[in-house]
């Protein structure tokens, strides 16, 4: 199966998150999605995700990576989002109270995408995401709970 990756360079900067955003939506169209899909929205919002994390948890710079499966094949090829960045300290999922303000990053890119994990990277880590393609979009979340992290 032919895969179309783009990346981007992340700077360690709050204001990095909302250019990593424009840029997903901008890839979309070139990638056969539709950028007003569902699909497109969840991707920019798992975007914003990862890009937020990696920002602020780590302080250093990053990859952001989009890979789009090409073509019509049988199975369900899926959206993958990766962002790699130079800590090598895992993800740390956590429960945030109703109030807080942050906290619910990796708990909204479990309950919407289909596969999620990290994996080392050199020095650092790459943590990575996949939204099916052929599935229905999610019509209403589902109850949110620990998953095991694939690695």
Excluded: Y
Aim: with cysteine; glycine share 10%.
């Amino acid at each position: 199966m032919q895969v179309l990756q783009l990346q981007t360079a992340v700077q360690p900067d709050p204001a990095e998150v909302g250019r990593a955003r424009a840029w997903a939506r901008g890839r979309l169209r070139g990638s056969g999605l539709d950028p007003d899909a569902a699909l497109a929205e969840t991707l920019v919002l798992v975007v914003s995700e990862l890009v937020t994390n990696a920002v602020v948890h780590t302080g250093s710079p990053a990859v952001l990576r989009l890979l789009f499966p090409l073509g019509d094949e049988t199975g369900a090829p899926a959206v993958r989002v990766e962002v790699a960045d130079a800590s090598g300290a895992p993800p740390q999922p956590r429960r945030a109270e109703d109030d807080a303000v942050g906290g619910r990053g990796l708990e909204l890119v479990d309950c919407l995408c289909d596969r999620w994990g990290w994996a080392p990277d050199g020095s650092g880590k790459r943590v990575w995401c996949e939204i099916d393609r052929r599935q229905p979009p999610l019509q209403s979340a589902p109850a949110v709970g620990p998953r095991a992290l694939a690695v």
